[in-house]
């Protein structure tokens, strides 16, 4: 009887137990809708900007000089160091010059032999003529005293152009720079004999300010540039490379494009080109790697956007924009001429839309964004002006 009564309390005390218990709040089962999408976007607008087009290319030194030795004999000095640049008229190496001091010498001193045997025979003239003109003496002789006179005054001639020969080859044992530019490493080393048979190279000189930069355009962008064309000499700036956040890593270098051939290559169906741009600090060597911009107009309205935000699926092209209630819509576009730096839209936008260029894994039709405006550093203006292909004041 005990025992029933003990198991009567403990079922009335579960159930008072869980009659106690208060319910859950139902909100908090709820999950938490997620904060809106952080984005960034840029204004699209239908804005005269220059038109430039993109091409990759390799430098070339406006000249390209070999140093040899214009005589013979063992090198002694080399005066540079290699690599640097030097100045037209710097001794860059010295030959031995015992050998021409010598010839010199040798040619002065047999100058001085003429000069006093043609004075010996001057007066040997003039003292003959009176006593020819009395018949005192054979004019045969005084012939003979002539004809000698007139062999040293060519011979002295002779003495004063080998004088001159000896001078300019002892000048030659000093081998100067014929140009200004960056040297090479030296090629012949001190001690060796230079300048027998063929002429042996010692080293060479690059001029490198100004600066080619060769690139090569389709015939269908040569035609393009030619006819559409604002300038006679077409603007052009060469970047040398861009790290792994696509910045450039030195000041683009300005100039005009001076060059183009007359001729399309069979083989490739290109134009060779060329853009001279100024080296003033020689810090852009031949045959570097560049990009090279080229400005056809900057008389025309564009629509443009940047290539990467270009999304492509079955549907085609479409890009990202900021609706009125400032979530993500999806627009599909068409496109005409593209570079590495915008896109020119020929159908979708209309201009004045917000396009988003960042956050494109978690961007979705509907998604709510917090769009942060970043037109003014990362706009197609702001690019242009960042690799110096508009001015900072347009």
Not at 242 to 265: A, H, T
């Amino acid at each position: 009887m005990i025992r029933i009564f003990m198991l009567v309390c403990f079922a009335t005390s579960l159930v008072f137990t869980s009659c106690s218990e208060e319910p859950k709040d139902e909100a908090a089962t709820e999950k938490k809708a997620p904060p809106p999408l952080s984005v960034e976007v840029i204004s699209v607008n239908n804005e005269a900007v220059p038109l430039w087009i993109s091409f990759t290319g390799r430098t070339e030194a406006t000249k390209r000089v070999e140093v040899r030795a214009r005589v013979s004999g063992r090198l002694d000095e080399v005066l540079f160091t290699e690599g640097d640049y030097v100045n037209e008229g710097d001794t860059l190496f010295v030959l031995e010059k015992d050998t021409y001091e010598a010839a010199l010498d040798q040619a002065r001193a047999q100058l001085q032999k003429n000069q006093a045997s043609l004075k010996l025979a001057r007066a040997d003239v003039e003292r003959y003529r009176p006593l020819v003109a009395e018949d005192l003496a054979p004019r045969a002789t005084l012939e003979q005293y002539e004809a000698r006179e007139a062999e040293l005054v060519a011979a002295i001639k002779a003495d004063e152009a080998a004088i001159k020969e000896a001078e300019l080859n002892l000048s030659y044992t000093d081998v100067t720079a014929p140009i200004s530019g960056r040297v090479s490493r030296k090629l012949i080393d001190i001690g060796n004999i230079v300048g027998y048979g063929e002429q042996t190279v010692l080293t060479t000189i690059v001029s490198d300010n100004p600066m080619y930069a060769y690139f090569n355009p389709t015939e269908t962008q040569f035609q393009a540039m030619r006819i559409h064309k604002s300038q006679d000499q077409m603007p052009a700036i060469v970047n040398v490379s861009e790290d792994k956040q696509g910045l450039v890593q030195r000041e683009p270098l300005k100039g005009k494009v001076d060059f183009s051939d007359n001729r399309v290559d069979n083989t490739t169906g290109t134009i060779s080109m060329r853009a001279q741009v100024a080296n003033d600090d020689h810090s852009l060597l031949e045959g570097t790697f560049v990009y090279v911009e080229v400005m056809i107009t900057d008389q025309a309205s564009f629509l443009l956007i940047p290539p990467g935000v270009v999304q492509e699926d079955q549907q085609g092209s479409y890009v990202y924009v900021v609706d009125e209630n400032n979530t993500a819509m999806r627009v599909n576009i068409k496109s005409g001429y593209e570079s590495r730096y915008y896109m020119i839209v020929t159908e979708g936008l209309e201009g004045g839309e917000k396009i988003i260029i960042s956050g494109f894994a978690k961007l979705r039709p509907g998604v709510p964004l917090d769009p942060q405006d970043v037109s003014d550093s990362k706009g197609i203006k702001a690019t242009l002006q960042k690799h110096g292909m508009m001015d900072t004041e347009a």
